[in-house]
């Protein structure tokens, strides 16, 4: 066995001066150990990027539950700003509509700043932060 070793190093690993491990099946093994220590990283690091991404979401179902005011009346409340329209108007305007709204005063006067928050996975997400923009620039704009 060794002079088969011996053999093979003097024939392929001359050229490059290497010599071979005492025992190729000990590197072998290493290097598994080494590749399924990886994927154990790996895997931990998924799993608990989706811990996060689940906790997340729930903590977001969580506040649109506790909000009173729909996407709708979010969007109805940016619009009226941006037209000049005083936050008591807004919110009676609201009342008159639906009367069934859970909205209140100091949701109306908090939204119309707009500090209020529409999350991704909701309807009409991407039209709330178009004007959630304009509604901060209108604020920064009329403040100075």
């Not at 190093?9 to 000990?26: A, D, G, H, M, V």
């Not at 309807?123 to 932060?129: A, H, L, T, V, W």
Request: overall charge positive; charged content about 35%; hydrophobic content about 30%.
């Amino acid at each position: 066995m060794s002079s088969q070793l011996e053999l093979f190093e003097s024939c392929f690993c001359e050229k490059e001066n290497q010599s071979l491990p005492e025992s190729s099946s000990t590197i072998s093994s290493s290097t598994l150990n080494l590749h399924v220590e990886e994927e154990r990283k790996k895997s931990t690091r998924n799993h608990y990027l989706q811990q996060l991404e689940t906790k997340k979401r729930l903590k977001a179902i969580k506040n649109i539950k506790l909000r009173r005011a729909t996407v709708d009346e979010i969007i109805y409340i940016f619009e009226k700003v941006l037209e000049g329209w005083k936050n008591i108007k807004i919110y009676n305007l609201i009342l008159q509509k639906n009367p069934q709204s859970k909205i209140i005063k100091e949701d109306v006067d908090h939204i119309a700043t707009g500090n209020c928050k529409v999350y991704e996975f909701e309807n009409k997400f991407e039209i709330y932060q178009d004007l959630r923009k304009k509604v901060y620039d209108y604020r920064r704009i009329s403040s100075s």
